[in-house]
């Protein structure tokens, strides 16, 4: 209920933290909806928050990400108007968009008041709004596992496995056409691991070649060519608001992942 998420953000003082820890909460709340919807029948969780939620990554994250890996029980907008269902019993004043018209099929689950009832807001018709994406037309070769996740509350979930969630990370940095901070600050992550983590070779070939990039050779001497383009102080910058420790985003350096890199 949302007396529950309310008396959370009271625990927390920073400002940027407290949001960070609604949103999460909310995200929580949503993959409970879709649990109970049998969604992750034909869909599958990936992206940052799914790095998150199941692999515990010291950043918080704003959206959901999906692959669809099957249009049997495709039902996305039944689900939306569950989600919404659900969040509205709970007293959240809850609006849901959705838009199928692209390959990814794109969701605004908005949460009207609720930023003034945490503090972060003296306006009540301020939002906090969470995006959920489903890609319609993923590329193949992902693996694929199921786990219950215990976060602020239990659902099960289908997921993108380690490796997997990688190489959609690789891919992204690579491909993306302007830099994210949170990207690269991920990789540093993955790099960090002992061992590291390597990313799957047949989804990282498939997503390259749908992005039409054939022969891509090795993603580490790609991956160190794009970084000289890219202003680490910024990015670091742009990521450090997310961090759970927001101090590590000083760690964040061209240096330090191209040593973890071995480039």
């Known amino acids: 209920m949302k007396h529950e998420l309310l008396a959370l953000a009271r625990t927390v003082s920073d400002p940027t933290d407290r949001l960070n820890v609604v949103r999460e909460y909310i995200q929580a709340l949503i993959m409970r909806s879709l649990h109970e919807s049998q969604a992750f029948r034909s869909i599958v969780f990936m992206g940052g928050t799914a790095l998150r939620f199941l692999y515990n990554l010291p950043r918080y994250s704003e959206d959901l990400d999906f692959s669809r890996e099957s249009a049997d029980g495709y039902e996305p907008v039944l689900w939306m108007r569950k989600i919404k269902r659900d969040l509205s019993y709970q007293g959240y004043e809850v609006s849901v968009s959705w838009n199928a018209t692209h390959t990814v099929h794109v969701a605004w689950v908005g949460f009207a008041g609720i930023m003034k009832e945490v503090g972060l807001s003296s306006h009540t018709s301020e939002k906090i709004s969470i995006k959920i994406k489903i890609d319609t037309n993923p590329p193949q070769g992902a693996t694929m596992s199921s786990s219950i996740v215990n976060r602020h509350m239990l659902f099960a979930v289908r997921y993108h496995d380690l490796a997997s969630l990688m190489a959609g990370k690789v891919h992204a940095i690579l491909t993306r056409p302007f830099v994210k901070g949170r990207d690269w600050y991920d990789l540093l992550w993955y790099e960090s691991r002992r061992p590291p983590i390597e990313p799957n070779p047949i989804l990282l070939l498939a997503a390259m070649a749908?992005?039409?990039?054939?022969?891509?050779?090795?993603?580490?001497?790609?991956?160190?060519?794009?970084?000289?383009?890219?202003?680490?102080?910024?990015?670091?910058?742009?990521?450090?608001?997310?961090?759970?420790?927001?101090?590590?985003a000083r760690l964040l350096t061209r240096e330090n992942l191209m040593s973890l890199l071995g480039v």
């Open 210 to 248: 749908q992005s039409g990039i054939e022969d891509y050779g090795d993603w580490r001497i790609m991956i160190k060519e794009r970084s000289a383009q890219v202003d680490f102080g910024a990015i670091a910058s742009d990521v450090a608001p997310f961090l759970e420790h927001h101090e590590d």
